[in-house]
């Protein structure tokens, strides 16, 4: 009786994913997202690609709640028996945290795609402000600064080709 309510509950997740139109229910295999990503040079691309990766993370929560709708069903069953195995619901349980973590990845990947392409000015980024440095570490840096001078002024200065010994 669990099991079938479990069944039911993933039947349902993927008929609920497989309902969508047919632009959402476009899929595409690692090499051609991929592909997607690298060429997504027009805003619309770019939401393109986030919106796409939105409909996985919404299957991929679907499908981890249906894992914990059966974890919770596999719950009130009594075994007997070794632990040594797992048995159903943890089975379940790690399906559902594996669903559940890649459904988080997923989305936070749409939502860096989705803020990495914004233009500056819509970003609420602070200006760049030179680190402020103590007295040694400026020493240092005008060091380098002028040994970087002595290197360019001696690359700039033209060798004297040597000549062979006469024997």
Avoid at 100 to 122: F, M
Wanted: aromatic share 4%; proline share 4%; glycine share 4%.
């Amino acid at each position: 009786m669990v099991r079938i309510g479990a069944v039911s509950a993933m039947v349902l997740a993927l008929c609920t994913c497989a309902t969508l139109s047919a632009q959402e229910s476009e899929r595409h295999t690692r090499r051609a997202l991929h592909k997607l990503m690298r060429e997504a040079d027009t805003p619309e691309k770019r939401e393109r690609v986030s919106a796409y990766c939105d409909r996985i993370a919404k299957d991929l929560r679907a499908l981890a709640q249906a894992e914990q709708a059966a974890v919770t069903g596999y719950g009130s069953e009594i075994r007997a028996g070794s632990s040594k195995y797992p048995n159903q619901s943890d089975s379940a349980r790690s399906l559902s945290a594996h669903y559940s973590y890649e459904a988080t990845r997923i989305g936070k990947l749409a939502d860096t795609y989705r803020v990495e392409h914004k233009v500056p000015a819509q970003l609420d980024v602070k200006k760049k402000t030179e680190p402020a440095y103590t007295d040694v570490e400026q020493q240092l840096l005008k060091r380098i600064d002028g040994l970087e001078e002595q290197i360019r002024t001696l690359k700039a200065q033209p060798t004297e080709a040597a000549t062979p010994p006469k024997s």
